[in-house]
């Protein structure tokens, strides 16, 4: 089957939870690892229409929790991450990597958690290990538009609770392997230097002559509007990119200039070397 993408919200309960939470009760998320990526999914939790979930925050990234816990009525923080595991049976991971070890082998999963890991670079065969005897684990990308529910959520393997999750914070793609996640998720590592090329841009019109501000607002909004019509549009980036470039024109001109010295090429190697270090 080929990558799914669904760009509209997945709005359906396909999943009740069970276990040892109650069945009858409300759909309930434990998230471990406060921070960036936790607090854009409990923000997105809470923008859409449907019911929010009850949710249970570990207490490191104290502010967060707390600023989550005075906004949102069903959202809790626990006195340890072990109960984040004992109050819910979907299990959000949001550490950093390098504690991701230490956190995960100090807890007492049980077969009814499905874990939800947000955690760069750590496969699944190595996340079973560590949270045995867990039931399904799933390894996902969120965006931090999930706070909007925009994201777009890529997630591995298939699963129905993945689904429900960041369904309601945006679109879901399923690629088929997980080498393919991960080759998402190193794309992720792309964002600063997009921003840093938008900022080169700007900066050459303030040394032209251009005010800052102007430059700046200039930037925002041509490139800004070129995000919108990539959103609209159904054609691949080559037509996008032809639709752009006159032959002999100045965007062919600085296309073809920026190939030529390599740009192309050391973008691609600067991924290849983020995917080696996300699997190392
Ligand atoms: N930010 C993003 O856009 C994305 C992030 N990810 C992944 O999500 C994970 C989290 O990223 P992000 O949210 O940006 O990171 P942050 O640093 O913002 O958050 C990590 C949180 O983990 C907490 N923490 C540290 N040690 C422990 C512990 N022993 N027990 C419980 N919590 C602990 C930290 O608490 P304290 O503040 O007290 O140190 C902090 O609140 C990473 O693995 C990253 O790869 C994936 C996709 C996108």
Redesign the pocket.
């Known amino acids: 089957m080929p990558n799914m993408i669904e760009p509209e919200h997945s709005r359906t309960n396909e999943y009740r939870i069970t276990g040892s939470v109650e069945d009858s009760s409300p759909t309930t998320y434990g998230f ?7 607090a ?1 999914l409990v923000e997105g939790l809470h923008a859409g229409e449907a019911e929010p979930p009850v949710v249970f925050l ?1 207490p ?3 502010d ?1 929790g707390r600023a989550l816990a005075q906004r949102f009525e069903g959202v809790h923080v626990c006195g340890s ?1 072990q109960e984040v595991l004992d109050n819910a049976t979907t299990i959000v991971l ?4 390098p ?2 070890h ?2 995960v082998t100090q807890l007492r999963f049980r077969p009814h958690h499905v874990v939800l890991s ?3 670079g750590v496969p699944l065969a190595q996340l079973y290990d560590w949270a045995a005897p867990v039931g399904r684990i799933v390894r996902a ?4 538009q999930s706070e909007s529910g925009r994201g777009l959520t890529a997630m591995y393997p298939e699963n129905a609770v993945a689904r429900e999750l960041f369904g309601r914070v945006g679109g879901l793609l399923v690629p088929e392997h997980e080498a393919a996640l991960e080759a998402i ?1 190193a794309a ?1 590592a792309t964002f600063a230097a997009h921003l840093d090329h938008l900022t080169t841009i700007a900066g050459w019109m303030a040394e032209h002559g251009v005010d800052h501000e102007s430059a700046t607002t200039y930037t925002r909004h041509v490139f800004g509007q070129l995000g919108r019509s990539l959103l609209r549009n159904t054609e691949s980036l080559t037509e996008l990119a032809d639709r752009h470039t006159t032959p002999g024109g100045i965007n062919e001109q600085v296309m073809t200039e920026l190939r030529n010295e390599g740009v192309p090429q050391a973008v691609r190697q600067a991924l290849d070397r983020v995917l080696t270090r996300l699997r190392e």
């Open positions: 471990v690892g406060t921070g960036e990526i936790t854009a570990s490191r990234g104290r967060v991450n949001g550490v950093r990597p504690v991701a230490g956190v947000a955690v760069a990308v969120p965006l931090p998720s992720t």
